[in-house]
C-alpha cells in the first residue's frame, strides 16, 4: 500500500512538473532589425563603360529596371537567331515543319555562311541532310551561319521568304523597331533592332516556347569530327545563367543577351557593342548581380479574383458585379520597398446593365513613391443582364434624383 502511495506521488509529481512546464509560455520571437540599406537609394546599376546600348529586364513583368540607349538602333549580330529559332518554334508549333525533318545544308547556305567564310559556322556537310532539332542546336550553340541559312530555306523557301516571316512574328511579340533581312546577322542593309526589342524577344522566347529557348544552355555540341563550345562565357561562370545568345561582327561590336534565375525570379539582359568577348560577359554579369540584389517581383492580384467590393449595378436583374483583372497583376520593386506600394482603381461614376463577363471597367493602379510602376485593366467576372422594365424604370428614377 505504502509503495502504491509512492507510485501515485511521483506520477501526480511528474504529471505536474509536465503540467508546469506546458503551462510556461513560449519566449515571444525577436523582431529581426531593419537593414539600414531600406532607407538608402538604390544604387545606380553598373553600367557598362564602353556599350552602345544596354538594359535589365525583369522577366515576370517585362519592367526594365535600368538601361542607356535601350531603343537606339543597333545592329544584332548573331542575336538575330533568338527571332530565327523563335519562328522554327512557331512554325513547329503550327505543325509547319518537325524535328524529325530532314534539312538540306544547301551549297547556297554552306557558301554564305560555311567554313570558308569569316562567320562562325556549324560543320554539317554540304549537299547532305541533317534533322531539323540538329541544325537547330548548331545554329543555337556553334552559332552556325550555315546551318541559320539552311533552316530558312528549309522553313520559308529562301531567306527573303525567311526575312519576312521573321517580320511578322516580331511585330506580333511587340518588337516595334526591328527589322529583319536574314536569319543570322551577318551585316545587311536594313537589318537593325533595338536593346528593348531584343530583351522583348528573349523574354518571349522564354515564355512561349521554353524547350526551344532551353538549347540555349548547351555548353557544347560536336558536328561530324568538330566540337565548339557555346561563346555565352556566363554558362561556364555562373550556374544560375541559362542563356541566351551572343553576337559579334566588326560593325555591332561584341553582344550578348544573356538570361538567369534564382529562385522564382528571372532576369534578363542585353549588352550591345562591347569591346570583347570577355567585357560583354563581365558587364551581363554585373548587372545581373545588381538586379537579383536590389529587385524583387511581386504578385499582387491574381487572375481571376475579385479585387475589393462588388460595383453597384443600376437597372440589371443582379444589383452587383465584381471586378478583377484577367493576367496576373505583377510589380517589380526595390527589396524592401512592397509595404510602401499603393493601388488605387478609376471607376465610373455609375454602371449600368447589361454588363459582359471579361467587359472593361475601369483600371487598377500601382504607384510607389508616386510613380506608377504598374497597372491593369479591371474587367468584370460575371454578366449581369437586364432587370425587367419596373426594375429599370425605377432605377432611372432613383438615379435621375441622385444627380
Not at 548573331?78 to 508549333?93: F, G, L, N, Q, R
Not at 530532314?102 to 549537299?127: C, L
Not at 512561349?208 to 561563346?231: C, H, M, W
Request: hydrophobic share 45%.
Amino acid at each position: 500500500m505504502k509503495h502504491s502511495r509512492s507510485l501515485l506521488l511521483v506520477a501526480l509529481a511528474t504529471a505536474g512538473i509536465g503540467l508546469a512546464f506546458a503551462q510556461v509560455p513560449s519566449p515571444a520571437p525577436v523582431a529581426k532589425p531593419a537593414a539600414l540599406s531600406d532607407n538608402l537609394p538604390i544604387p545606380d546599376a553598373p553600367a557598362p563603360a564602353t556599350s552602345k546600348a544596354w538594359l535589365i529586364m525583369d522577366y515576370a513583368t517585362g519592367q526594365v529596371l535600368a538601361g542607356e540607349n535601350v531603343d537606339t538602333p543597333v545592329e544584332p549580330a548573331s542575336i538575330t537567331k533568338v527571332m530565327t529559332s523563335y519562328v522554327i518554334a512557331a512554325e513547329m508549333a503550327a505543325g509547319k515543319v518537325k524535328a524529325s525533318d530532314q534539312v538540306m545544308m544547301s551549297e547556297h547556305a554552306w557558301r554564305s555562311g560555311g567554313a570558308g567564310t569569316d562567320g562562325s559556322y556549324s560543320g554539317f556537310e554540304v549537299n547532305k541532310t541533317a534533322p531539323l532539332l540538329d541544325m537547330e542546336k548548331g545554329m543555337v550553340v556553334q552559332s552556325g551561319n550555315d546551318a541559320a541559312i539552311a533552316l530558312a530555306e528549309h522553313v520559308a523557301g529562301s531567306e527573303q521568304a525567311f526575312g519576312q516571316l521573321m517580320n511578322a512574328y516580331a511585330k506580333k511579340i511587340g518588337m516595334k523597331a526591328s527589322h529583319f533581312v536574314n536569319p543570322h546577322g551577318l551585316p545587311a542593309e536594313g537589318h537593325i533592332t533595338t536593346a528593348r526589342d531584343l530583351a522583348i524577344l528573349g523574354r518571349s522566347l522564354i515564355r512561349d516556347f521554353p524547350e526551344a529557348y532551353s538549347y540555349n544552355k548547351i555548353k557544347e555540341l560536336t558536328v561530324g569530327p568538330i566540337t565548339q563550345p557555346n561563346r555565352n562565357l556566363l554558362l561556364w561562370r555562373d550556374p544560375s545563367v541559362d542563356g541566351i545568345k551572343t553576337g559579334h561582327t566588326s560593325a555591332a561590336g561584341y553582344c550578348l543577351m544573356a538570361s538567369a534565375k534564382r529562385g522564382d525570379q528571372r532576369l534578363i539582359t542585353v549588352v550591345m557593342g562591347d569591346t570583347s568577348e570577355n567585357q560583354r560577359a563581365v558587364d551581363s554579369q554585373a548587372l545581373l548581380n545588381w538586379g537579383f540584389r536590389f529587385y524583387e517581383t511581386h504578385t499582387l492580384y491574381a487572375a481571376g479574383k475579385p479585387l475589393g467590393k462588388p460595383l453597384k449595378i443600376w437597372k440589371g436583374a443582379a444589383n452587383e458585379v465584381a471586378v478583377g483583372v484577367s493576367a496576373p497583376l505583377l510589380v517589380s520593386t526595390p527589396r524592401g520597398k512592397y509595404d510602401k506600394l499603393k493601388a488605387s482603381m478609376d471607376l465610373p461614376k455609375s454602371l449600368e446593365a447589361p454588363i459582359a463577363k471579361g467587359q472593361k471597367i475601369g483600371m487598377v493602379k500601382v504607384e510607389l513613391d508616386g510613380k506608377l510602376v504598374a497597372q491593369s485593366p479591371l474587367i468584370a467576372l460575371n454578366a449581369v443582364e437586364e432587370g425587367g422594365f419596373f426594375k429599370r424604370l425605377w432605377h432611372a428614377l432613383l438615379m435621375w434624383w441622385a444627380e
